[in-house]
């Protein structure tokens, strides 16, 4: 079985196990950075980047994060996650990881009574994908060979760029794993390939 | 379509909350302080509730350029205090954008008979409880999150020990009733059927939990994480300590690795005096604002 990890620094962690759970994995909560070694594949999970950040820098993971992302395996990250993984933010000096080649903003569709749901036409996931957006992020811009596979009026809301996958919503907050199906997929296809 | 105002949308925003900390904060700076340390939202204030105690008097919403200044501060959710059942105060903080609403016994009641209908606002609502019957009470009434309501303001963490124990313990006797037992138990804890239903079937309360009132150090963080709570709020706790930008840092860490106590010791090291804290049986009834609500 393939063994999942999730960054349990902050965050929604317990969806991200049910959804990933129901796709037949072997799901690991990531608290050390040993841990790290023995996975295929990691999820960032939704939460506050900010707090993220801080805890990945006090505990040492940035490097191995990095470290993870050069190793050729897939990661997926869900709103917060995708900021993690962006090369770029609006507004902000500085990016966190900067794995996936796109420029994202924070809060883009406003505060959180501006929070909503819909549902999503997803490339290569469906076309009625259960969209919770929370304070959510926009991918502004992608590089060249980043696969756009979702807007939301005009805006980019979920991309892939060869092993990494990101969204702007909370797949996590749905009884609809699709998405968490399709990055399984991306898993063991990499798996195949190595 | 596009929908706001759900429930899935209203207490997803508390799910992205959790393992974190939230810090009261009274002005920018704070809030640039708490933000720093990594705090997962802050609550914009007049005053904490340390100094509402002492101040005594009618404690009411925050002025709103408090709250303008805090939004302005930082990226991280922002929630403020409405009075207990003061439907212009929550709608005067809903109109300004604020992320959350808490709906405090930290502020004097405006209203003892009615809690606010939280459903009718697309603003979430956090609110707190004692026991189960209360906390399902508000969340029959539209709350998107619960807290317990501890003892706020004292730095004395045992009425919040006391509210998620007693609140833990009553979820597995529900879990553990034939689903004919669940209407009686509904009569007697004064809470809504469904609400005890859904706890049943899932095991938990259906909105996230966190704890509130009275903790002071990185050692009550970690403990109520392990009594199931699945995030704190801070209150006085930081700001009244003697280094609040060392221990909110070392709060949040204590937050996360709560079960990591050599980690703990280590970042409770030379902190400093955290804040002075009262004792519960000194207070008389009428300064508990634990009572305050039903």
Redesign the interface.
């Known amino acids: 079985m393939i063994n999942i990890g999730i960054l349990?620094?902050?965050?929604?962690?317990?969806?991200h196990a049910k959804a990933l759970e129901a796709s037949d994995v072997n799901v690991i909560v990531v608290?050390r950075t040993e841990q790290l070694d023995e996975l295929d594949g990691l999820v960032f999970p939704?939460?506050?980047s900010?707090?993220m950040r801080?805890?990945i820098d006090?505990y040492d993971f940035f490097e191995p994060l990095k470290a993870f992302a050069e190793s050729g395996k897939p990661m997926f990250g869900t709103?917060?996650g995708a900021i993690l993984m962006a090369t770029e933010i609006k507004g902000q000096d500085d990016p966190h990881l900067a794995v996936m080649d796109m420029t994202v903003e924070?809060?883009a569709f406003?505060?959180?009574?501006?929070?909503?749901?819909?549902?999503l036409n997803v490339n290569g996931v469906g076309e009625d994908v259960h969209g919770?957006?929370?304070?959510a992020p926009i991918i502004e811009r992608v590089g060249p060979s980043v696969e756009v596979l979702s807007e939301y009026e005009g805006d980019i809301v979920a991309a892939k760029q060869g092993q990494f996958l990101a969204c702007s919503y909370?797949p996590e907050?749905?009884d609809d794993d699709r998405m968490h199906q399709y990055f399984v997929q991306m898993v063991r296809k990499n798996q195949v390939l190595a | 379509m596009k929908q706001t105002g759900t429930d899935r949308v209203k207490r997803g925003m508390a799910e992205m909350q959790k393992g974190g900390v939230i810090m009261d904060v009274i002005n920018a700076e704070q809030a640039k302080i708490a933000e720093e340390a990594g705090a997962v939202a802050v609550m914009a204030l007049e005053r904490v509730p340390a100094d509402i105690r002492a101040a005594g008097g009618v404690a009411r919403m925050a002025d709103p350029s408090i709250v303008e200044e805090v939004t302005n501060a930082v990226s991280i959710p922002v929630m403020a205090k409405a009075r207990i059942g003061h439907i212009v105060e929550a709608r005067v903080l809903e109109a300004m954008g604020v992320d959350y609403i808490d709906e405090s016994e930290v502020l004097t009641p405006a209203d003892e008979v009615y809690h606010l209908n939280k459903r009718d606002y697309t603003v979430p609502f956090v609110c707190g409880a004692r026991d189960l019957g209360e906390a399902s009470r508000r969340i029959g009434e539209g709350a998107s999150m619960i807290r317990t309501k501890g003892e706020p303001g004292t730095g004395n963490i045992v009425e919040a020990v006391r509210h998620m124990r007693m609140m833990q313990s009553q979820i597995k006797q529900v879990v553990g009733m034939s689903e004919d037992e669940i209407m009686t138990e509904a009569k007697n804890l004064g809470a809504p059927y469904d609400v005890l239903m859904e706890i049943k079937r899932t095991g938990k309360f259906p909105v996230v939990n966190f704890a509130a009132g009275g903790i002071a150090t990185p050692a009550d963080a970690a403990l109520m994480m392990q009594l199931g709570a699945d995030g704190v709020f801070v209150g006085s706790g930081i700001f009244k300590s003697d280094n609040p930008e060392r221990f909110a840092r070392a709060i949040v860490e204590a937050t996360t690795h709560y079960e990591d106590y050599k980690l703990i010791a280590e970042l409770s090291k030379g902190l400093g005096s955290a804040m002075k804290g009262i004792e519960i049986s000194t207070l008389e009834a009428k300064d508990r604002m634990q009572e305050r609500g039903w």
């Open positions: 349990a620094l902050q965050g929604a962690v317990r969806e608290k939704g939460g506050e900010t707090t801080r805890l006090k709103c917060a924070r809060n406003g505060r959180q009574r501006e929070s909503f749901e819909t549902a919770v957006f929370i304070r909370h907050l749905t």
